[in-house]
C-alpha cells in the first residue's frame, strides 16, 4: 500500500498563491505517477495535474495549464502543485493520487481550498 499526507490548504484570498504538498510512504518505490485531482462543491472530482514519476513529466488539465505547476522532491517521494492567480471558482477540496501498476491506486484524505472573494 501507498499513504498519502497532504498539506497546505486553508483559505487564501483572490489573486493570492498557495503550494500544496503531498508526502507518499509505503512502496513509493513501484508508483507511476502522483498527481493531484479536486472536487467543487456539487460538482464530481476532476483531474488537475499528474507527474510521471520516472521521468518528472507533467501532464495538465486544460483549466490547470498556465495556472498551475506540478512539481516534485523524488528522493523525498513529495509531489507539489503550485497555484497561482487564484480565483473563488478554485475552491475545492483537493486530493493527491498516486497510480501504480495494474491500476492501483491510492487517494489522500483530501486538504480543504477555499478562496475567498
Known amino acids: 500500500q501507498v499513504q498519502l499526507v497532504e498539506s497546505g490548504g486553508g483559505l487564501v484570498q483572490a489573486g493570492g498563491s498557495r503550494r500544496l504538498s503531498c508526502v507518499a510512504s509505503?512502496?513509493?518505490?513501484?508508483?507511476?505517477?502522483m498527481g493531484w485531482f479536486r472536487q467543487a462543491p456539487g460538482k464530481e472530482r476532476e483531474f488537475v495535474a499528474i507527474?510521471?514519476?520516472?521521468?518528472?513529466?507533467?501532464y495538465y488539465s486544460l483549466s490547470g495549464k498556465g495556472r498551475f505547476t506540478i512539481s516534485r522532491e523524488k528522493a523525498k517521494n513529495t509531489v507539489y502543485l503550485q497555484m497561482n492567480s487564484l480565483e473563488p471558482e478554485y475552491t475545492a477540496v483537493y486530493y493527491c493520487?498516486?497510480?501504480?501498476?495494474?491500476?492501483?491506486?491510492?487517494w489522500g484524505q483530501g486538504t480543504q481550498f477555499p478562496v475567498s472573494s
Open positions: 509505503g512502496r513509493t518505490g513501484s508508483m507511476d505517477s
Open positions: 493520487h498516486v497510480r501504480l501498476p495494474i491500476h492501483e491506486e491510492y
Open positions: 507527474m510521471r514519476w520516472s521521468d518528472g513529466s507533467a
